[in-house]
């Protein structure tokens, strides 16, 4: 089940000479020519061994000395843990036999990434002389496992020298001995080595990497672009369908729709934190999980260095728990709660208690104490699980995490339940522990039913109380970890793939009027759904007020994280696209519009698109 342990060093059984290609030629009676022939045979076996080499590496310089084990036989060698057939670990090495199967591999890591690195220390910045392992400098065991980088897809600013070394059993593999705090996100907040000082008097703002590393259809639906009767909803029926060649679909997206430019733009919005949701399959697959096992770790881990480059402080998210927490597709697994619940439920609960331990291992590592601010501990737990045994696992996942030296403010979701049920509960944390509470008006038909004005004056005066109440006279630390500038649940995949929208009453589950605010045959998603540019100046000036009174609201609490950064086709569901259409503040911390003035006139605004 341990997909993550380092490869043992004991040399594996498939690590053998290529004995056949030795035979020699049948005896002649000139003993010159069989001495020629043989030399020949032997001249022929050299160079397919060292093309062998070649084509295996993707590189010209071979050293000669590294030929004896070169063979491609030779780096079939699976990694001597991976015995169980289930395990990732195995199932990797076996896709990618001879190192050059559907990951298409860059040949080299980036030089310019390498140079452009602020930490420019001793220990060999200069990237031309920095020579990466060969597929045969990776000890045989560790070949085709997550510890083998020549199998990696993408190296760009990934430390490509091999190592098994582990902390909490979790591989450092992929990173640089050294880091450098110093980077500030914007001028107004301090740099990542200095306090940030209280939350309460200067609030977070940030994004979340929402349907990066834990997928989500709305938020990548070419992904999930299948016909319906495959049943592909979430990222288990996903991995499932895809089997061998999952690891391979994902990595790509990993290493593409996420990059460091991305990290840059962030802090050049004037956000300051990012939320980063990832699932328990970074580190850990169990029984027959079809999951891709631990290649997000990296992309984790090499998201926390550009948002360290960048002065961006994290807040650690792990949104998919095992059994499911939930039972929405965002936690993995659609369908039904597996943890805390059920038959299963305390053997996840368990799990997930497991997954905390090695993860708060390793984050308690010195490289994380400036540049994660925050670790989350699961992201909202379903409303139908015990409050008291959610409350207990919450206080043990805490006390865990506190031992193992991790100094990040724990962060605990508050279930959907809303902030007044968590007063008096989970006391005695001080600062160091917060209440998460996330934000929309588009999933309850009420509210979704609001006009225009009234969405705002909700946000104006309701969720600025809750807050505020949270945090003077309720839980304490309160931030809000997700909220979003969609008015409506129009988006497509929003509801689940296949579904409707509450909006125009096409909602499954729903399947009533529809909940728009005029609740009759006119509510469209046509404008909803449009793009940016067919935007009315109405439209674009309630969604640009639409987002500061939720910005203003939220910064009576320790702050906020906008969901999500990027989507491919959901521009109300993307900062990113936001800011490109002017429809957010092109600096989050310098804006036109706040709750104390009046709300703007959005004119012939219709209420019903
Ligand atoms: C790269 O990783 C190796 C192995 O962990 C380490 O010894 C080395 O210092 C790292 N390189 C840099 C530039 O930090
Ligand atoms: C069926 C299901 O799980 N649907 C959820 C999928 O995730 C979105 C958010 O991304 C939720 O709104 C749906 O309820």
Same mark, same amino acid.
């Given at each position: 089940?341990?997909?993550?342990?380092?490869?043992?060093?004991?040399?594996?059984?498939?690590?053998?000479?290529?004995?056949?290609?030795?035979?020699?030629p049948k005896p002649r009676r000139k003993r010159l020519m069989?001495?020629?022939?043989?030399?020949?045979?032997?001249?022929?076996?050299?160079?397919?061994?060292?093309?062998?080499?070649?084509?295996?590496?993707?590189?010209? $310089?071979?050293?000669?000395?590294s030929s004896a084990d070169a063979s491609p036989e030779a780096a079939v060698a699976s990694p001597s843990?991976?015995?169980?057939?289930?395990?990732?670990?195995?199932?990797?090495?076996?896709?990618?036999? $001879?190192?050059?199967?559907?990951?298409?591999?860059?040949?080299?890591?980036?030089?310019?990434?390498?140079s452009t690195r602020p930490s420019?220390?001793?220990?060999?910045?200069?990237?031309?002389?920095?020579?990466?392992?060969?597929? *045969?400098?990776?000890?045989?065991?560790?070949?085709?496992?997550?510890?083998?980088?020549?199998?990696?897809?993408?190296?760009?600013?990934? $430390?490509?020298?091999?190592t098994d070394e582990t902390v909490g059993g979790l591989p450092l593999v992929g990173l640089d001995s050294t880091w450098d705090d110093s980077a500030r996100a914007n001028p107004n907040v301090p740099a990542l080595n200095k306090p940030w000082g209280s939350y309460n008097s200067r609030p977070a703002r940030g994004v979340n990497l929402g349907g990066w590393l834990s997928l989500e259809p709305f938020i990548t639906p070419s992904l999930f672009a299948y016909d319906s009767s495959l049943g592909v909803v979430d990222e288990y029926s996903l991995s499932k369908y895809l089997g061998a060649k999952a690891a391979a679909t994902l990595e790509k997206h990993y290493s593409t729709f996420v990059t460091e430019q991305d990290f840059k733009s962030i802090a050049d919005a004037g956000l300051d934190h990012?939320?980063?949701?990832?699932?328990?399959?970074?580190?850990?697959?169990?029984?027959?999980?079809?999951?891709?096992?631990?290649?997000?770790?990296?992309?984790?881990?090499?998201?926390?260095?550009?948002?360290?480059?960048?002065?961006?402080?994290?807040?650690?998210?792990?949104?998919?728990?095992p059994g499911s927490q939930n039972s929405w597709n965002h936690s993995g697994r659609q369908g039904k709660v597996g943890f805390l619940l059920g038959s299963s439920g305390a053997k996840n609960a368990q799990r997930a208690l497991d997954i905390h331990d090695k993860l708060s291992k390793f984050f308690a590592q010195d490289r994380y104490k400036n540049v994660i601010a925050f670790y989350g501990l699961a992201n909202e737990p379903g409303r139908d699980l015990d409050?008291?045994?959610?409350?207990?696992?919450?206080?043990?996942?805490?006390?865990?995490?506190?031992d193992n030296g991790v100094s990040a403010i724990q962060v605990f979701s508050d279930a959907l339940r809303g902030l007044p049920e968590w007063q008096g509960r989970l006391q005695g944390y001080g600062n160091s522990l917060v209440v998460d509470t996330h934000q929309y008006v588009i999933f309850d038909p009420a509210l979704l039913a609001f006009k225009h004005t009234a969405k705002i004056t909700f946000a104006c005066e309701t969720w600025t109380e809750q807050v505020s109440d949270s945090v003077s006279s309720g839980f304490g630390p309160t931030m809000v970890g997700e909220w979003s500038q969609a008015d409506?649940?129009?988006?497509?995949?929003?509801?689940?793939?296949?579904?409707?929208?509450r909006w125009t009453g096409t909602f499954l589950a729903d399947g009533s009027s529809p909940a728009c605010p005029t609740g009759d045959k006119q509510c469209s998603c046509e404008m909803a759904n449009a793009d940016p540019s067919d935007y009315s100046p109405?439209?674009?000036?309630?969604?640009? *007020?639409?987002?500061?009174?939720?910005?203003?609201?939220?910064?009576?609490?320790?702050?906020?994280?906008?969901?999500?950064?990027?989507?491919?086709?959901?521009?109300?569901?993307s900062y990113q696209a936001g800011l490109a259409a002017g429809i957010m503040p092109e600096k989050a911390y310098q804006r036109d519009w706040d709750c104390s003035k009046p709300i703007p006139s959005f004119g012939k605004l219709p209420e019903f698109v």
């Open positions: 089940m341990a997909t993550l342990s380092p490869p043992s060093t004991a040399a594996s059984v498939a690590d053998k000479p290529p004995s056949s290609l030795a035979s020699a069989w001495i020629c022939v043989g030399v020949a045979v032997a001249i022929g076996v050299v160079v397919a061994i060292v093309l062998a080499v070649l084509i295996t590496n993707k590189v010209i $310089n071979v050293k000669g000395s843990q991976s015995s169980e057939p289930s395990s990732d670990s195995d199932r990797s090495a076996k896709s990618d036999p $001879n190192g050059q199967t559907a990951l298409t591999r860059s040949a080299r890591p980036s030089a310019t990434a390498t420019s220390t001793s220990s060999a910045p200069e990237s031309t002389s920095v020579s990466c392992p060969k597929k *045969t400098d990776i000890p045989s065991a560790a070949r085709g496992t997550y510890f083998d980088t020549t199998a990696w897809l993408d190296m760009t600013d990934f $430390n490509c020298t091999y990012i939320r980063i949701p990832f699932s328990y399959w970074a580190v850990e697959t169990y029984d027959d999980d079809p999951y891709v096992s631990s290649i997000s770790w990296r992309y984790l881990l090499r998201g926390i260095e550009w948002a360290r480059k960048y002065g961006l402080r994290i807040k650690l998210d792990l949104h998919g728990l409050l008291d045994s959610l409350v207990s696992w919450t206080a043990e996942a805490y006390k865990i995490i506190k409506t649940d129009c988006t497509r995949h929003l509801n689940g793939v296949g579904n409707g929208a109405e439209y674009k000036l309630f969604l640009k *007020t639409w987002a500061e009174a939720q910005m203003h609201a939220f910064e009576k609490s320790w702050g906020w994280f906008y969901w999500t950064w990027k989507t491919e086709s959901a521009p109300l569901w």
